[in-house]
């Protein structure tokens, strides 16, 4: 059968960007449908935007903490409104970058969401296209618990939040995962009085423990308030804004409210049972190869629910192609490769690789290896002296798990992840020479310590008094 086109993708967020940008160059003819804008959510109202927000919100903290050293003046109070800004960058990156990538693919752009006619045909603006191969990479959208009053409350969440005109005077947060502390210390920090609450015993629950305690204790002292392991029974509106009440019997009001509370993969506009591909709880139902249950349907990137990260998002994305492409033998699964995170807080946090509490829970044997900023001298000299790396190592030196926090974090846990991927051993960190005084010298210290924690073995003292 002769299809339209040799790949249709379903969405232009990273995942659907990676797809059809690499297919395209490949001189396969490929079909870009996107509903909204192209990048994403990742472009427009998420990992740029927040990022965007909180480089500004680190800006103006800096500022204030140079007039306590009588540095700086600081002018009084205005309202603060850094959406339009953002906004301009927003359209700028799209009209000068990220348009031009696209020169190859031919492009549905805002004619509609796409849905499936039949497991090859697709329909966007009534009009069907067919293609050999098809990729939905349509992302997620924000999860709204069932919490009674809130379908009648004017609530922000991500897709809305960057919209705001200012900066609200105080700020209520449902969530303490990424996003949740991400938003709260970049509101706090741009002069919001802001107080979170969330299920889970501690801020970011999906990293280790310790790390979340560490962003409350931070949280406390910029004035956040962090209500954890809450319910919240109500949530209702007054002229003055929303009231939320916890099962604890808090009420906490603000002028806004920001529902970051996880997210929910919608099926609702795909019509996926036409073209036989089935879901779970978490997304699209996919195999190690990215193979929905259709062989020639993939579903990279936040669809599938594995990871909901953007650099994710885009190696499946390529991951996804080739294996659409080559004989099953050379395919590649896609969990086989480390998945760095980081969370772009002040101290910066980030993981790679396994978790403490999952080395315990699974009786794997390891030595936990920090090295301080607290002890570092350049660390101390710049006033950035908070903050640890610190690897999680088999007696033999593998490196099951790296987490930095701390200044760089989100820049330095990258060596950890090569490390771990290529199943280096943590001596090879120590012999690469690190730039001085980078706070990436932090690792080669961890990799040190681990080194020096070998010397003091009885049979390296035996075999050193022997050879000496
Ligand atoms: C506030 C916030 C901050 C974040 N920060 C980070 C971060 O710092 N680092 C990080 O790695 N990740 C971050 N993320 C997560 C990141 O945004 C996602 O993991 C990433 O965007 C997923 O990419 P994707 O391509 O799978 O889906 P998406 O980016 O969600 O793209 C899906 C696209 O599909 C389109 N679409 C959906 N249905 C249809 C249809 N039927 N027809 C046509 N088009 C359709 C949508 O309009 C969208 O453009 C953040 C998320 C949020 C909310």
Partial sequence: ??????????GLGPAGMAVS?????????????????????????????????????????????????????????????????????????????????????????????ASFVDPHTVEVGGRPHTAKRLFVCTGTRPAVPPIPGLADVAYLTNETMFGLDAVPESLVILGGGAVGCEMAQAFRRLGSRVSMAHMDEHLLPNGDWDAGRLLEDVFAAEGIEVHNGRKISEVSETSAGVVVKTNAGETLRGAKLLVAAGRRFDASELRLENAGVEVDERGIRVDAALRTTQRHIFAPGDANGAYLLSHAAMHQGMIALVNSILPRPFQRGFRRYAVPWAVFTEPEIAHVGWLERDLKANDVAYETIEAKYEDYGAAIAEGIAVGAVRAYVSPTGRIYGARIIGEG???????????????????????????????????????????????????????VRLVT
């Fill in 1 to 10: 059968m002769r299809y339209d086109y040799d790949v249709c993708v379903i």
């Fill in 409 to 463: 974090a989100a820049e330095m846990i990258n060596e950890w992840g090569l490390a771990i991927q290529n199943r280096l051993r943590i001596h090879k960190i120590m012999m690469l020479q690190h730039a001085f005084p980078s706070m990436s010298f932090l690792s080669k210290r961890v990799a040190e310590g681990w080194a020096m924690s070998r010397m003091r073995t009885p049979w390296v003292r035996r075999l």
């Fill in 21 to 113: 940008i690499m297919a395209a160059e490949m001189g396969l003819r490929v079909l870009g449908i996107e509903k909204r804008s192209l990048g994403g959510e990742c472009m427009s109202v998420g990992c740029i935007p927040s990022k965007a927000l909180l480089r500004t919100a680190h800006l103006r903290h800096a500022v204030s903490r140079l007039a306590e050293f009588a540095l700086a003046e600081v002018d009084p109070p205005q309202p603060v409104r850094p959406f339009a800004r953002i906004a301009e960058h927003l359209r700028f990156i799209d009209e000068k970058k990220t348009q031009a990538m696209f020169a190859k693919v031919d492009l549905k752009l805002r004619e509609g969401p």
